[in-house]
């Protein structure tokens, strides 16, 4: 059915109220900014009004994704990855161009015309006005994060590079001013420039002259970081450095780099008077050397060097349990907004991003089985519900998945099917808590108070004792998208880690993790639920683990994160976004305590 026109009298803009629509609201979705406005028009009933509202509220609960070329606005509350525009739309887009004062909104709508306009070449001239307006802001320290201006960059040239030769002044004019604010000066901001030498290598932008008046650039910058023991900074320009020299083939420089990484970590942890912090960065000073390639290691001594980290990485560790401070609650349930200034506190004011990361793995100490099936015993004789009515739960879909039958006697609640489906209902609904009041504050003060990158956990999965090498990378990526807030990836590479990780952990004890059919003998491997219900598994994997392995990936009674990750269904609904978060959390803290007893292990022998 053909979407109704709207026709707009010139006189109905007079009327338009837009100075809400600003650069610092813009960079996020402010759809909400135009309900007030909206529901004005309509107790006016101002029709045209209400339809020009109704569109400004489209376009601004719209947030810009660079990384996607083809469908970069989505609507920031998940759905569809974008809505369809009429062209009666896109021409009254064209028209509130003039009453609007932010560059930024006026490049987006000028985007949107080029990107559902049909045919494309019909708004070209909106394409190349979209650039010219991204890429108008003045590049500095303070705006390029805070107001997304890095975005915006990124976006101008992402459309420069699509629209081919009708836009290579474009791109010219744009990598000319990136490359020469990579040597201004940024007092609020010590990683600007790499951060702009980052933007222009990912588009292929940095010639062999521009790289080596970067290098230098670079050298200079490394050297005044190390005079102030600025080793966290220093190793951003140079892991960059490093990279250049391997895309070059500048084997001797890429050694130098390798190496004066790994110094950089050697370092830190000499200064450190935390035996956690040392323990943690003579690790990563280990694992920097062994990336030295073997063929060079016996002329720069790097094995005598790893001999020697060995021993002080476990002089560290000895104190390294000892120094780890747990958060305790004395309360289930406390004060809200306490809780939340007690999580930020926690990882604050660390030495090191590894450090606060640390911190953070130790915001909660995970669930105790035990104690959430002691009070749901102790809860259930006060539940009058709970003796009348059976509860049927259904999934997402629709389906019943389990029913927790009526008892009229106490007892009853200490059956397991009743006790285990309350007891993953309170960590479940725990889990809720922990994630909006206590683990995502304390994640939104992590990332501004350090700048978190990829190789961190890299490093830090390639050596854990639990994770399969091959697995490492995948294990670190799904860490660091979580750290980005970007849990809908985060969990798509984690979960289905977890059931590689049990299939490998049971094999190694001589556990069958196959079944063979009756007909033909073919084996089939088990999955994540099969493999956690086998008896074995309970002698094998802790009990509180091996709950919330259940609780949270398989049991049907819970948010069951594997089952429906392949459906979407946590990116609407609630309650399984917070287990996802969780989930995400409680990956990391597995892997720095498998670490943590692994070093603690080591040092005993």
């Known amino acids: 059915m053909k979407q109704e026109e709207s026709t707009i009298n010139n006189e109905v803009y007079e009327r338009l109220d837009t100075k809400f629509i600003v650069d610092e609201s813009v960079m996020y979705s402010c759809g909400h900014l135009v309900s007030p406005l909206l529901n004005d028009a309509k107790q006016k009933e101002d029709e045209q009004l209400v339809k020009i509202y109704e569109l400004l509220k489209k376009v601004c609960d719209l947030k810009l994704d660079p990384s996607e070329p083809l469908n970069p606005y989505k609507p920031s509350f998940g759905g569809s990855d974008g809505w369809e525009y009429t062209q009666n739309e896109l021409d009254v887009l064209s028209e509130l161009q003039a009453h609007i004062n932010s560059t930024a909104f006026v490049a987006r709508i000028n985007d949107l015309c080029w990107l559902y306009s049909k045919p494309k070449s019909k708004s070209f001239s909106n394409a190349l006005k979209a650039i010219d307006l991204y890429s108008s802001y003045a590049i500095d320290g303070d705006s390029w994060i805070t107001l997304g201006v890095s975005h915006y960059y990124r976006r101008a040239l992402r459309l420069a590079c699509q629209l081919g030769k009708g836009a290579y002044e474009k791109v010219t004019y744009i990598k000319g001013k990136l490359f020469n604010a990579i040597f201004d000066s940024y007092p609020n901001s010590k990683f600007m420039k790499v951060w702009l030498a980052e933007l222009l290598d990912d588009y292929n932008l940095i010639g062999q002259t521009e790289f080596e008046r970067i290098e230098e650039e670079f050298c200079l910058l490394i050297k005044g970081f190390l005079r102030h023991d600025e080793f966290y900074e ?74 020697e980290l060995k021993v002080l990485h476990r002089g560290a560790g000895k104190q390294t349990l000892a120094e780890m401070v747990t958060t305790k609650v004395n309360v289930p349930f406390p004060e809200r907004d306490q809780w939340t200034a007690s999580a930020i506190e926690h990882v604050s004011g660390k030495d090191s991003a590894e450090t606060a990361i640390l911190y953070f793995a130790g915001l909660f100490h995970g669930f105790d089985k035990l104690r959430l099936m002691e009070l749901e015993k102790e809860d259930a004789p006060r539940s009058f519900t709970n003796q009348l009515f059976n509860t049927i739960r259904l999934s997402h879909d629709g389906r019943k998945i389990a029913v927790d039958r009526l008892s009229d006697d106490a007892e009853l609640y200490r059956d397991d099917d009743r006790l285990w489906s309350k007891a993953v209902e309170a960590a479940v609904l725990e889990a809720d808590i922990l994630v909006c ?34 697995r490492s990378k995948l294990f670190a990526k799904g860490l660091y998208f979580g750290f980005q807030r970007d849990f809908t990836t985060a969990i798509h590479l984690l979960a289905p880690q977890w059931e590689h990780l049990v299939r490998d952990i049971l094999n190694e004890s001589g556990v069958s993790t196959t079944t063979m059919d009756n007909k033909d003998g073919i084996t089939t491997e088990c999955g994540l639920s099969t493999l956690l219900s086998k008896p074995e598994s309970e002698d094998i994997f802790d009990d509180n683990l091996l709950f919330e392995m259940k609780a949270f990936l398989t049991d049907s009674r819970g948010p069951n994160i594997r089952n429906n990750i392949a459906h979407g269904l946590f990116d609407d609904d609630y309650s399984s976004s917070a287990s996802c978060v969780y989930w995400w959390w409680r990956t990391l803290k597995f892997v720095l305590t498998s670490l943590l007893l692994s070093s603690h292990s080591e040092n005993k022998n």
């Open 234 to 307: 220093a190793r951003f320009y140079l892991e960059f450095l490093s990279k250049k020299y391997y895309q070059l083939k500048r084997n001797d420089d890429w050694v130098k780099a390798l190496i004066a990484i790994a110094k950089t970590w050697e370092d830190e942890a000499s200064i450190r008077e935390q035996a956690l912090a040392k323990a943690s960065l003579y690790e990563n000073a280990i694992q920097a050397y062994r990336k030295v390639p073997n063929s060079v290691k016996s002329e720069f001594d790097i094995h005598a060097k790893l001999s």
């Open 437 to 470: 009041d206590c683990f995502l504050p304390a994640l939104d003060e992590l990332n501004l108070q350090y700048n978190i990158s990829l190789s961190m956990f890299e490093s830090l999965c390639s050596v854990s004792p639990v994770i399969p090498s091959q």
